[in-house]
T-cell receptor, first 112, second 110 residues
Framework: DGGITQSPKYLFRKEGQNVTLSCEQN?????MYWYRQDPGQGLRLIYY???????QKGDIAEGYSVSREKKESFPLTVTSAQKNPTAFYLC???????????FGPGTRLLVL | GESVGLHLPTLSVQEGDNSIINCAYS??????FIWYKQESGKGPQFIID?????DKRQGQRVTVLLNKTVKHLSLQIAATQPGDSAVYFC?????????FGAGTTVTVRA
C-alpha cells in the first residue's frame, strides 16, 4: 500500500450522521484523491487536491466534503446529504497531479 | 464522452499458462494508461503503465501492449500463478483524471 494509510477499515454510519474517513501519506506527494467503488464497478472520482489548501470536485462530489490543511492528510467527510453512502472508499496520492496514482487499502462504509 | 472498458468481465486460466486481459478506450487524447490489480478487500495495486508514444512495455512477468489505431490496450501475464487471481483494471489518464473500466476478474485454476 506504499505509505498510504486509511482508517478505519470499516465504518458504520447512522441515518443523518456525518462521518469522516482518514487518509494519510508519508510519500511527500503533492496530489491526493478520493474515489468511490461500488460492487462490480470501476472507481469514480469524488474529490482531488493538487496541493495543500486546494481541492477540486470530481465526478460525484455531491454529499461529500474534503479539506487539505496538511500535505500528508486529505480527510473525506460523508455528509447526511449523501443518500447512498454504502461503498468502498479509496484514497490515492501522486507526486504531482499528472503522475501515477498509488492507492491506500480502502475504507468500507456501511449504513446502519 | 470518454469511456474505458474491458472486453470480458471474467477470465479463467490454468496455472502456468499465459493470461491476456483486454481493454478498449475511446478518448484518443489520452496520453497515459495504467494497469492495476485489486485483490478482494484491498486497494488497487499499480502493475505497469505505458505512455501513448510507446507500443509495448515489459515488466516482471507482465507486458502491456498499446494499439492506438484501434484504441486497444492489453495486459499479458506470463506463467500465471495462483497469486495472480484478482480483479484487473485498466485506467486511462487525461490531464489529472483517471477513468477506470469495470474490471476483469481473473481466476487461476490449479
Amino acid at each position: 500500500d506504499g505509505g498510504i494509510t486509511q482508517s478505519p477499515k470499516y465504518l458504520f454510519r447512522k441515518e443523518g450522521q456525518n462521518v469522516t474517513l482518514s487518509c494519510e501519506q508519508n510519500l511527500n506527494h503533492d496530489a491526493m484523491y478520493w474515489y468511490r467503488q461500488d460492487p462490480g464497478q470501476g472507481l469514480r472520482l469524488i474529490y482531488y487536491s493538487q496541493i495543500v489548501n486546494d481541492f477540486q470536485k470530481g465526478d460525484i462530489a455531491e454529499g461529500y466534503s474534503v479539506s487539505r490543511e496538511k500535505k500528508e492528510s486529505f480527510p473525506l467527510t460523508v455528509t447526511s446529504a449523501q443518500k447512498n453512502p454504502t461503498a468502498f472508499y479509496l484514497c490515492a496520492s501522486s507526486i504531482m497531479v499528472q503522475e501515477t496514482q498509488y492507492f491506500g487499502p480502502g475504507t468500507r462504509l456501511l449504513v446502519l | 464522452g470518454e469511456s474505458v472498458g474491458l472486453h470480458l468481465p471474467t477470465l479463467s486460466v490454468q496455472e502456468g499458462d499465459n493470461s491476456i486481459i483486454n481493454c478498449a478506450y475511446s478518448n484518443s487524447a489520452s496520453d497515459y494508461f495504467i494497469w492495476y490489480k485489486q485483490e478482494s478487500g484491498k486497494g488497487p495495486q499499480f502493475i505497469i503503465d505505458i505512455r501513448s508514444n510507446m507500443d509495448k512495455r515489459q515488466g516482471q512477468r507482465v507486458t502491456v501492449l498499446l494499439n492506438k489505431t484501434v484504441k486497444h490496450l492489453s495486459l499479458q501475464i506470463a506463467a500465471t500463478q495462483p497469486g495472480d487471481s484478482a480483479v484487473y483494471f485498466c485506467a486511462e489518464k487525461n490531464d489529472y483524471k483517471l477513468s477506470f473500466g469495470a474490471g476483469t476478474t481473473v481466476t487461476v485454476r490449479a
